[in-house]
């Protein structure tokens, strides 16, 4: 039987993570938790703090602010459930580091996604709804970001959209 992987988008403060975090915990699977978040200011610093106290306890957590698919790969099994949160801070992530950073690290992610074993559940930003941005990166970033969201999207058995709370159901293969 193929994965089950999801890909649920949203806005800022949408809920999109407390919907996937209700996803992980209605898998009945231990579920590790990657985080790609990198607390490099102090609010950057509150907002995973926030996270980090309203999720389980016992969830396993993994660090890894570039390296997605290699720490997807590593703890991907049959029986457990990967939560990624979040794709968008991980692209830009990637977009700071050198010239070949993002490029090397999307397509590694795409071409591990249908060889994992278990359920990854991807939480990321849509940032596509909104005027052209001024400055060449950020610009860079949003095209990015919506094509990667359509690369996941077309791979994926599931897609919600949410806001306020509330999801709406893009794609469902279940």
């Not at 403060?13 to 996803?23: M, P, T, Y």
Request: net charge negative; aromatic share 6%.
């Amino acid at each position: 039987m193929k994965p089950k992987h999801t890909l649920i988008l949203g806005g800022a403060r949408s809920g999109k993570s407390r919907f996937a975090e209700q996803l992980a915990t209605n898998s009945q699977q231990p579920v590790i938790y990657i985080a790609t978040a990198q607390g490099h200011d102090n609010e950057m610093q509150a907002r995973i703090h926030r996270h980090q106290q309203q999720r389980p306890a016992h969830w396993k957590l993994i660090e890894e602010p570039i390296a997605l698919a290699d720490s997807i790969k590593t703890h991907s099994k049959a029986d457990n459930c990967i939560l990624v949160d979040c794709l968008t801070l991980w692209l830009s992530n990637c977009l700071c580091q050198d010239d070949n950073c993002w490029s090397q690290q999307k397509q590694a992610l795409l071409e591990v996604l249908n060889t994992l074993p278990g359920q990854v559940i991807f939480v990321s930003n849509e940032v596509g709804h909104g005027i052209v941005p001024l400055g060449q990166l950020s610009r860079d970033f949003v095209d990015e970001s919506g094509w990667l969201h359509q690369a996941i999207a077309a791979e994926v058995a599931r897609v919600e959209f949410i806001m306020a709370g509330l999801p709406l159901t893009l794609k469902s293969s279940q």
